[in-house]
């Protein structure tokens, strides 16, 4: 069964950095886009970053406005794992942090969540002022 695991979530003051992981298992995601998104407190889950994986070393990253310039976003095909590098945070960072895995990487729709099939359960991003 396809299983994502979200680590590396906690809290952290306002300018600190923080390290998300994703572990996948059941399947490789070596040709599959991989996506972070974010749920706040009385907000929509919105879409953070996202990757293209390749059999090879070249991918793809983008990212949402609002984080662009502080996250990074990068995987290891080998431990079929995607991280996201989280820094300068500001409070308005504090959510739930969600992986997603694309069934197919398809590129130009990776910030729309439903085009991925696999969830992990999140794991809680708080950012003190």
């Known amino acids: 069964q396809v299983q994502l695991v979200e680590s590396g979530g906690g809290l952290v003051q306002a300018g600190g950095s923080l390290r998300l992981s994703c572990a996948a298992s059941?399947?490789?995601?070596?040709?599959?886009?991989m996506g972070w998104f974010r749920q706040a407190p009385g907000k929509a889950r919105e879409f953070v970053a996202a990757?293209?994986?390749?059999?090879?070393?070249?991918?793809?990253?983008y990212y949402a406005d609002s984080v662009k310039g502080r996250f990074t976003i990068s995987r290891d095909n080998a431990k079929n794992t995607v991280y996201l590098q989280m820094n300068s945070l500001k409070p308005e960072d504090t959510a739930v942090y969600y992986c997603?895995?694309?069934?197919?990487?398809?590129?130009?729709?990776?910030?729309?969540?439903?085009?991925?099939?696999?969830w992990g359960q999140g794991t809680q991003v708080t950012v003190s002022s």
């Open positions: 059941g399947r490789t995601f070596s040709r599959s886009g």
């Open positions: 990757i293209n994986w390749s059999s090879g070393s070249v991918y793809y990253a």
């Open positions: 997603a895995a694309r069934a197919t990487s398809s590129g130009s729709d990776y910030y729309r969540d439903r085009v991925y099939a696999y």
